[in-house]
């Protein structure tokens, strides 16, 4: 083996949920690029071919260069002086960052929320209903024989989570793995994931609740009015098949994505899911579980509910966390121009919000953390400049089944950690302010 | 007296691709995820009526705003008659509204568009 | 350097039992006296005790944050806000972590033991707890479903299994092996929401049984000297009839100490007669044997009336009671190793089963001839909060106050228990510093918290005497934590970092070669992954086992 390269076994990829650790890298130290991540899907490849260490400036103020140091005490600044700062990203970051970044905004009183609110949101307000009847990735595995995926396409998002962990993966009790199962497939186009299925079932797009409406209905063997074909494009034969398969199976599975949650209905959507799922414990043992797109929006989700009590969209102006969704999350703060500055970690809003909170978001004093220039950063008041996670940053994730992964590093970088750089904003501002901000109401 | 066809409304379904999250990672502002991110996915019937074919530009438009975007056809097995696909970046950005209804969600798939070919 | 000047000192593991006496501490210890000029802090007609230790709660992980997301409402009813050195937080039942750590501190309670994780979740507990500030902290690990474990012991490999049980607690930081509700996890997932009912049935694809398992654990923990052995939630909870059960599993301990936790939930009679679904007590019975049997100790469960959230390893139990109340509902399975269920509820005064649980509880506090033995907890959140924890007291110490509570409760189920025989007991000051602080340390094998001997943690608590109880250890008025005063006048003084506790038993390196190539098999994290690296421990300290002990003190005497 040549001086130049490295081998990093066992390395975690975090572009999207399924957060696969058994990458195993091989570095070429001289040109500091990785030039092979065995075991990773093309997503994988991609992320860690793309995310070399580029020549950047270590940060912008106001589109000049700056040093990092500069560019935190001007961050400082601005977030000292808003009335009504959000704080929002966090989600291809470490939980390390992100307890900085919820710990910030307790001091100032700001608001944090996660890029979960236009994610898998829904679905988190649906389980403060429903509930969750679920499941690690490794039971899914090793028990499940039939699975369905609705409003989802694994097969170019998430193309591990149909080979290490669902469909064809060989587990304990399904030692023939894909032979074992039942795949059915929800959504309202063909999708190359259909390709899979044993049943591609293709729905009306928004009629998403219905059909489910209408399946929980058959698993109580109810009557369900032939209609409903007309209503969602699937027939009743169909539904009751689906509906007895599902009772009768060992491990049934739901794996969810955005077809739900960004469509009509938003987490009643979810929730009629979950609630299908939870029914269906009455006759068998059935799991649920949303797919996660980000690497580390679940860590997201923990690091903010055990912090705050509640997973995104958190108000802390009044000296405590309160939540609620519409009020207090990052596209309506922006869309309504409550908002008048902003922290962003690790998220690009900038290309992935509607019009009216991009537009505000470009009225308002913006530091962004981002270790790539993204559409959020061109138009930032502070642009700082900060190392990839699990590329050049340790720390820790969780993937989307909440179990938590460590991330090893790769490729040595000049520019420091999210969590670094939150760390000293931090510490500014608690000498700024003297600690925490207590407000008015609740001051001695 | 020549007809003059009318913006038709279709469904515009955002969402991931492979290529656009392998063009992702390469960079926003590169080549490939600036053509994949702005090639809308449009059923082969669909498309005869409109009278384009793959490459040529359409407008897509809602009270939101609008994009311009090139043509790629899909077989009716594959995609439905009136339902667009568009992957995920500024362009899809640019038809979603901003009122999430109270949940913080935007409405990001199954969004209503008009649609006409962009006079060459 | 400080001095707890003319305090009423209970230190019954010392045997001071409300001595007017000074208390020393200095660098963090007791010590048994400082200078003059070091500071004083008056205690006149205060009482002083060392810092509260529990037993068992459910604080920090994977299970317990999704029981926190679970519940908005009950966080938005109790808000916890910040000040200028404390982070904000909520309430409820499942409070958020900062909340978490500070209301215990606010309550004179120095260490919390989370008690159920299964390792694959140690990480997250970890960085939980890390976030749960001024207490010190540890958990217990879920091994009584381990599948690994379950193919070593069904081999007969008892050498393996012990050196894997000792792998695992080394490498997920636990304090202590759990068993919970063992063998069902197998039925729960593998065979359509079973369950297990009897100690003797096979479990769902192995060629054992619970009772195996039980006896297992039980010896291997013993074998390894452990500071803390078996920590064992019954079979069977809250079934009519399933005292049978708890004795069933205390008698498979043989002689070897074990742990049974909340013991009042698997105290519970057949119905008595044939029209009537109502269980009965068998507190009487399971007192007797705790109480002649000094291997055995306990923690009560007990049940107080209001919300609690169910949050239990034991999954069927959870999908029972969230069946029952009409609610919404989490489970959870992990990989190989556990289950998970999450539940609201409400325990009511009116309803039969309620009263009796809350009655049988008071039973076996009262009917306890050691206490030392049968220590204070509410399984907190599953039995009711632990900010219910000075209201339980007062019941203990006011059989005044008990008889009032005694009148609004469900009179037929009243009715089932000694309770109605009059069991006027009334716990003492010292008797509550047994089994809410000096007890719980010692059956942890803790030797420097639960007392004030010089060497021991300064971890201790100053309260107001008042004739209310509630009132007195609702709000002690100085809380001092490894001999800062943190809390000073009822108020934060400073936030404090606790040490997090684990132990670190010694096994052959080579039973590696036996658990990588299941982890390689069956879970989907990789084994190099799969342990928790020192960065996540923070501030900690190693307990030894009795093995490690024997070494340092040989070591010491060289």
Redesign the interface.
């Known amino acids: 083996m040549s001086d130049n390269i490295r081998i990093v076994r066992d390395a975690t990829c975090t572009f999207c949920g399924c957060v696969c650790d058994d990458m195993h890298l091989t570095v070429d130290t001289a040109a500091n690029k990785i030039t092979k991540a065995e075991n990773a899907c093309v997503l994988g490849r991609a992320w860690f071919k793309e995310h070399a260490v580029e020549k950047r400036p270590f940060a912008l103020i106001g589109g000049r260069e700056a040093s990092t140091e500069e560019a935190i005490e001007e961050a400082a600044q601005i977030l000292v002086q808003a009335r009504f700062p959000v704080i929002y990203g966090l989600s291809d970051t470490t939980c390390e960052a992100q307890r900085q970044a919820v710990a910030i905004g307790d001091m100032i009183g700001g608001t944090v929320d996660t890029t979960t609110s236009v994610c898998h949101g829904p679905s988190g307000i649906a389980f403060q209903s429903v509930g969750e009847s679920t499941a690690t990735l490794g039971e899914i595995r090793n028990r499940a024989d039939l699975l369905v995926f609705w409003g989802g396409n694994p097969a170019e998002s998430h193309p591990r989570l149909f080979t290490r962990y669902t469909v064809t993966a060989k587990g304990m009790y399904v030692p023939n793995g894909r032979k074992d199962r039942y795949v059915a497939l929800v959504d309202v186009r063909r999708t190359p994931s259909a390709a899979v299925a044993d049943l591609f079932m293709q729905v009306k797009p928004q009629r998403d609740f219905e059909v489910l409406w209408a399946l929980r209905a058959l698993v109580k063997g109810k009557r369900v009015d032939p209609a409903i074909e007309q209503t969602t494009g699937v027939s009743l034969a169909v539904l009751e098949d689906l509906a007895g398969r599902m009772k009768r199976c060992r491990y049934g599975v739901l794996l969810f994505g955005m077809g739900l949650t960004m469509t009509r209905g938003r987490h009643f959507n979810s929730a009629a899911l979950l609630a299908l799922a939870t029914d269906l414990n009455e006759y068998t043992h059935f799991v649920a579980k949303p797919v996660r797109g980000h690497g580390n929006v679940t860590g997201a989700d923990n690091v903010v509910s055990w912090q705050t009590g509640f997973p995104f969209g958190v108000n802390l102006s009044r000296g405590y966390p309160r939540f609620n969704p519409g009020e207090f999350t990052t596209v309506d703060l922006l869309a309504r121009g409550e908002a008048d500055a902003a922290l962003i970690i690790a998220a690009d809003p900038g290309a992935n919000f509607p019009q009216r909170s991009i537009e505000h978001l470009r009225a308002i004093p913006v530091i962004v953390l981002d270790p790539k220039a993204s559409h959020t950063s061109r138009h930032a008041r502070v642009a700082i400049t900060t190392a990839t996670y699990g590329i050049s940053v340790a720390g820790t994730v969780y993937r989307m089944d909440d179990v938590s992964v460590r991330l090893r590093t790769a490729l040595p970088s000049p520019y420091p950690s999210d969590e670094d750089v939150l760390t000293r904003i931090k510490a500014r501002l608690s000498e700024l302010i003297g600690g925490n901000r207590i407000p008015p109401a609740l001051a001695a | 007296m020549e007809a003059i066809a009318l913006p038709e409304t279709m ?1 515009l ?6 290529r656009q ?9 590169e080549a490939e995820y600036l053509e994949v991110s702005s090639t809308v996915e449009m059923n082969a019937d669909d498309m005869a009526r409109l009278g384009v074919k793959d490459g040529d530009e359409v407008r897509l438009r809602n009270a ?2 609008e994009a311009i975007v090139r043509c790629k056809g899909r077989a009716a ?4 008659s009136g ?1 667009l ?1 568009l992957a ?3 362009h899809s ?2 038809l ?15 969004i209503a568009v008009e649609v006409e070919p962009v006079a060459k | 350097m400080l001095r707890i000047a003319n305090g009423r000192v209970y230190d019954p593991a010392n045997a001071v039992d409300g001595e007017v006496r000074d208390v020393c501490i200095a660098a963090g210890k007791i010590v048994s006296d400082v200078p003059a000029e070091a500071r004083r802090i008056d205690a006149r007609g205060l009482v002083v005790m060392p810092g509260g230790v529990d037993i068992h709660c459910h604080i920090a992980g994977p299970k317990v944050n999704l029981a926190r997301k679970l519940q908005p409402e009950d966080h938005r009813r109790d808000v916890h806000p910040r000040t200028a050195f404390t982070r904000s937080g909520v309430g409820g039942t499942v409070p958020s972590t900062f909340t978490t750590g500070y209301r215990y501190a606010l309550l004179g309670y120095t260490t919390a033991m989370e008690a159920a994780v299964p390792p694959i979740g140690a990480r997250h507990t970890l960085e939980e707890l890390h976030d749960t500030p001024v207490i010190d902290k540890g958990f217990y690990v879920l091994m009584g479903n381990n599948v690994l474990l379950y193919k070593l012991l069904e081999k007969g490999r008892r050498e393996e299994f012990r050196n894997t049980l000792a792998w695992w607690l080394s490498v997920s930081m636990a304090y202590a092996p759990k068993l919970v509700n063992p063998g069902s996890d197998e039925a729960w997932k593998g065979h359509r929401n079973a369950n297990i009912v009897n100690l003797d049935e096979k479990i769902e694809s192995f060629e054992l049984t619970p009772r195996q398992v039980i006896g297992a654990l039980v010896e291997a923990a013993d074998e390894l000297g452990l500071p803390h052995p078996a920590h064992i939630h019954c079979n069977n909870l809250g079934h009519s009839g399933n005292y049978a059960t708890t004795l069933d599993t205390m008698r498979i301990a043989a002689g070897h100490r074990a742990h049974i936790t909340h013991i009042q939930f698997h105290s519970y009679g057949e119905p008595r007669g044939k029209s009537t679904h109502n269980p009965t007590s068998k507190a009487g019975e399971i007192s007797e044997y705790v109480n002649t049997h000094p291997n055995i100790s306990a923690d009560v469960g007990q049940v107080m009336f209001g919300q609690s959230t169910s949050m239990t390893a034991d999954a069927p139990l959870a999908y029972m009671i969230a069946r029952l109340g009409g609610t919404k509902w989490v489970n959870a399975d992990t990989e190989h190793e556990s289950g998970c269920g999450i539940a609201p509820f409400t325990y009511q005064d009116r309803v039969y089963t309620h009263a009796l649980q809350w009655a049988i509880g008071l039973e076996l506090f009262l009917l306890a001839k050691d206490p030392w033995r049968m220590v204070f907890s509410t399984d907190h959140p599953n039995g009711g909060s632990f900010m219910s924890y000075p209201r339980l007291i007062r019941l203990l110490m006011d059989r005044e106050f008990r008889k009032e509570e005694m009148r609004k409760v469900n009179p037929k189920a009243l009715a089932q228990t000694a309770l109605a025989d009059g069991l006027d007991r009334e716990y003492s000051l010292g008797e509550i510093a047994i089994i809410t602080r000096a007890g719980p340390a010692r059956l942890l094998g803790l030797a420097a918290k639960g007392h004030l001997a010089p060497g021991a943690d300064a971890d201790v608590t100053i309260y107001e005497e008042h004739a209310d109880k509630e009132r007195m250890f609702g709000a002690p008025r100085h809380v001092i934590k490894d001999g800062e005063l943190i809390i000073e006048d009822h108020e934060f003084k400073a936030d404090w970092e606790g040490r997090v506790l684990h132990i670190a038993p010694d096994y052959d390196p080579k039973i590696v070669d036996v658990i990588r190539p299941f982890f390689e098999d069956y879970y989907t994290i990789q084994f190099n992954n799969y342990g928790v690296d020192d960065s996540y421990l923070g501030r900690h300290e190693v307990i030894a086992t009795a093995a490690q002990r024997a070494a340092a003190t040989k070591a010491r005497a060289q």
């Open positions: 469904t379904i955002g969402g991931r691709s492979s999250g392998t063009s992702l990672c390469a960079g926003k502002f939101s705003g097995k594959d995609l439905p339902l696909f995920y970046g500024p950005s640019r979603m509204g901003g009122d999430t209804a109270g949940s913080g969600m935007p409405i990001s798939k199954s």
